[in-house]
């Protein structure tokens, strides 16, 4: 019985995007890390847009869940610059470490 503990974790999925900019090209490139798909954009703004756009990202892997209890899943989405090109880091030259953190968002699976 696990009353007073809290329920373990089943598993953990990170999925990250590099944002770039080609100056030959003058395009913005957003890159998935995991999968290696990239898309290019006129402006910085529709790059951004995209970014900021949650849709088809896979969450779990359902073969993880087993039939019967629920699972509550939990999202939220972190922004950090730590590898920014020289062109960004004019924008952010008084910190070292520039991140946003979303709230989490939460919601249960019944099975």
């Given at each position: 019985?696990?009353?007073?503990?809290?329920d373990?974790?089943?598993?953990?999925?990170?999925?990250?995007?590099?944002?770039?900019?080609?100056?030959?090209?003058?395009?913005?490139?957003?890159?998935?890390?995991?999968?290696?798909?990239?898309?290019?954009?006129?402006?910085?703004?529709?790059?951004?847009?995209?970014?900021?756009?949650?849709?088809?990202l896979?969450?779990?892997?359902?073969?993880?869940?087993?039939?019967?209890?629920?699972?509550?899943?939990?999202?939220?989405?972190?922004?950090?610059?730590?590898?920014?090109?020289?062109?960004?880091?004019?924008?952010?030259?008084?910190?070292?470490?520039?991140?946003?953190?979303?709230?989490?968002?939460?919601?249960?699976l019944?099975?």
């Open positions: 019985m696990r009353r007073y503990l809290p373990e974790g089943v598993a953990k999925l990170v999925q990250s995007y590099e944002l770039s900019y080609h100056a030959l090209s003058q395009r913005y490139l957003l890159r998935n890390v995991n999968t290696g798909e990239q898309s290019d954009y006129g402006t910085l703004h529709a790059a951004l847009d995209r970014l900021s756009e949650v849709r088809g896979p969450l779990l892997d359902s073969t993880l869940l087993e039939p019967g209890p629920d699972y509550e899943f939990r999202v939220r989405a972190v922004l950090t610059l730590r590898t920014a090109p020289d062109t960004l880091n004019w924008l952010l030259f008084w910190t070292d470490d520039w991140s946003a953190t979303s709230e989490w968002y939460a919601w249960t019944r099975r």
